[in-house]
């Protein structure tokens, strides 16, 4: 009877050793797939597979540099831009509504303050698909706020916005990204109205208007001098989007700085150019 006790005892423990391992494996395997499942999650949420944390802005130094930009833009705005000039820029601002493209204000600043309209407009076109739920700031608010505020309004936004690789679908867009900022349509008027605006400014290309531009700049609009500083750093804060976008359409991102590099211009084109979300 001993002897009989002893050895389902040792039966016993020699299928529990046997399942041992068999259960570790299975811990092991259920591990590794919740691992893959919220890499895969972080993924579509915009963080880093592999990593655990959110996306911090400041340790990109990317971010970093937008941020140096706005407020060296600010700083210059503040600092180094003409003073005293708000009755002259009011009288610039009435007859760039009132009469456009007529010659009563300087060409060379009208073709550019009205590039101000078409850059926070392909921003739009950029930035909209990957914008839900970004945080600390909305993204529609900062790119509407940017249509009159350029830079100032938009700089935030871009500095501390998580990046949106991964592609999305158009039918989870809202209703005016899927037929506005997606539409070719849309592209087409901009693209359009990007080459009027390059064929007037460069038609206009003389030594006098070169000099009256100058002479606005330095020294008789606060909004002419600080109007092209910000087109110039919105536009070199472009190609980030760009590039964020095209990996969001599974194209080849290394064509981005070629397309932003051409100012308002080569923005446009790839929105003409770029393939649609799927449906």
Not at 50 to 65: I, M, N, Q, T, W
Request: glycine letters at 6%; a positive charge; charged letters at 15%.
């Amino acid at each position: 009877m001993r002897a009989m006790t002893m050895t389902l005892s040792t039966s016993r423990g020699s299928a529990s050793a046997s399942l041992r391992p068999q259960s570790r494996a299975c811990a092991v395997r259920h591990a590794t797939r919740a691992r893959f499942t919220s890499s895969r999650l972080r993924a579509a949420s915009g963080e880093s597979v592999g990593e655990s944390e959110p996306f911090v802005f400041y340790k990109d130094p990317s971010r970093l540099a937008i941020a140096a930009a706005w407020l060296g833009l600010g700083s210059f705005a503040a600092l180094g831009a003409p003073s005293g000039t708000a009755a002259f820029d009011m009288e610039l601002v009435t007859s760039l509504i009132s009469a456009p493209f007529s010659g009563s204000v300087n060409p060379l600043f009208e073709s550019l303050f009205n590039s101000l309209g078409i850059v926070p407009a392909t921003y739009a076109c950029l930035l909209m698909p990957g914008a839900k739920d970004q945080k600390p700031l909305p993204a529609a608010l900062c790119i509407g706020a940017s249509f009159a505020l350029g830079f100032f309004a938009l700089g935030p936004y871009l500095i501390t916005r998580a990046p949106r690789p991964a592609p999305v679908a158009k039918s989870s867009l809202g209703f005016v990204t899927r037929n506005v900022w997606e539409s070719k349509l849309n592209a087409v008027a901009l693209t359009a109205f990007a080459i009027w605006l390059g064929y007037y400014g460069v038609s206009n290309l003389s030594p006098e208007n070169i000099a009256g531009f100058a002479a606005l700049f330095k020294e008789q609009s606060m909004l002419a001098c600080v109007s092209t500083c910000d087109l110039f750093v919105l536009s070199l804060a472009m190609s980030g989007a760009i590039k964020e976008d095209m990996q969001r359409r599974n194209v080849d991102p290394t064509n981005a700085v070629a397309f932003a590099s051409l100012p308002v211009l080569g923005p446009v084109l790839w929105l003409l150019t770029r393939p649609a979300l799927e449906e």
